[in-house]
C-alpha cells in the first residue's frame, strides 16, 4: 500500500498558525488527522467523513479546520491560535473502505478506530509531522 504522505510541520510561538498537508489516493471514507505527544496517548484532532462532515476534538474546535480536496488527494489542517499545549507529532490517517456510519476518532492502547462499535481501524497512516508551539 502507498503509505500516506504528510507536510507543513514546524515550529512557531504561540498563536501562530500552521497548515498540514496530506496526499492520499484511492478510495477513502474516514480521513483525519491524529497527534502524539512525548508520554502521551495518541489521540484523534479532527476527521471528516466521505460527505466533507467534519468532527473535532473539544481542544482543538474553533481553531483547526480540516479540508479535504477531492480533485488534488489532499486532506489538509488548518491551525490556529496554536498554544504549547498543541506540541505533537501529527499524523494522517484515512480508512480504506468503510460503510454507511459515522466515522470515529477514539484511540485507545496505541490503536485507532474508525468505528468503535464494529472495532474497525484506521488502516493507512503517513509517518508523521512534527508540530512545534513555544510559549
Known amino acids: 500500500q502507498v503509505p500516506l504522505v504528510e507536510s507543513g510541520g514546524g515550529s512557531v510561538q504561540a498563536g501562530g498558525s500552521l497548515t498540514l498537508s496530506c496526499t492520499v489516493t484511492g478510495y477513502t471514507f474516514c480521513m483525519g488527522w491524529f497527534r502524539q505527544a512525548p508520554g502521551k496517548e495518541r489521540e484523534g484532532v479532527a476527521i471528516i467523513d466521505n460527505k466533507n462532515s467534519p468532527n473535532y476534538a473539544a481542544s482543538v474546535k474553533g481553531r483547526f479546520t480540516i479540508s479535504k480536496d477531492n480533485a488534488k488527494n489532499t486532506l489538509s489542517l488548518q491551525m490556529n491560535n496554536l498554544i504549547p499545549d498543541d506540541t505533537a507529532m501529527y499524523y494522517c490517517?484515512?480508512?480504506?473502505?468503510?460503510?454507511?456510519?459515522?466515522?470515529?476518532?477514539?484511540?485507545?492502547?496505541?490503536?485507532?478506530?474508525?468505528?468503535?462499535?464494529?472495532?474497525?481501524?484506521?488502516?493507512?497512516w503517513g509517518q508523521g509531522t512534527q508540530v512545534t508551539v513555544s510559549s
Open positions: 490517517a484515512a480508512l480504506v473502505g468503510g460503510g454507511n456510519w459515522v466515522c470515529d476518532m477514539n484511540c485507545s492502547g496505541g490503536v485507532c478506530y474508525a468505528n468503535i462499535p464494529m472495532g474497525v481501524r484506521y488502516n493507512r
